[in-house]
């Protein structure tokens, strides 16, 4: 079993950056598959980007693609989402989620361990 934290989110200006921050409990956080989900208020929740067990590979919802970094520390248990070029589009709620899959998922069915979420607000 895994627990989960996220930090790092916040009020920015659009077209500013923000890291969102996830650290995990326990000695096996190198087994899971790791994502990011977010959901804004009034709709459901979407998945964001996934990181496979070793950090070799990632991969993005294609709203986020080429503004936004996942990486992985499983040395520290932590996964970060580093987020440029925000868009107002961006404000939702943050959640670092982990998976027991084998390979990669962007289905949060798939995802059996989650944070408390993250708020990140982007202003005009």
């Known amino acids: 079993q895994v627990q989960l934290v996220e930090s790092g989110g916040g009020l920015v200006q659009s077209g500013g950056s923000l890291r969102l921050s996830c650290a995990a409990s326990?000695?096996?956080?190198?087994?899971?598959?790791m994502g990011w989900f977010r959901q804004a208020p009034g709709k459901e929740r979407e998945f964001v980007a996934g990181?496979?067990?070793?950090?070799?590979?990632?991969y993005y919802a294609d709203s986020v693609k080429g503004r936004s970094t996942i990486s992985r520390d499983n040395a520290k248990n932590m996964v970060y989402l580093q987020m440029n070029s925000l868009k107002l589009g961006d404000t939702a709620v943050y959640y670092c989620?982990?998976?027991?899959?084998?390979?990669?998922?962007?289905?949060?069915?798939?995802?059996?361990?989650w944070g408390q979420g993250a708020q990140v607000t982007v202003s005009s």
């Open positions: 990181i496979n067990r070793s950090g070799s590979s990632t």
């Open positions: 326990g000695r096996t956080f190198s087994t899971y598959v």
């Open positions: 989620a982990a998976s027991r899959f084998a390979g990669p998922t962007d289905s949060e069915n798939d995802y059996g361990y």
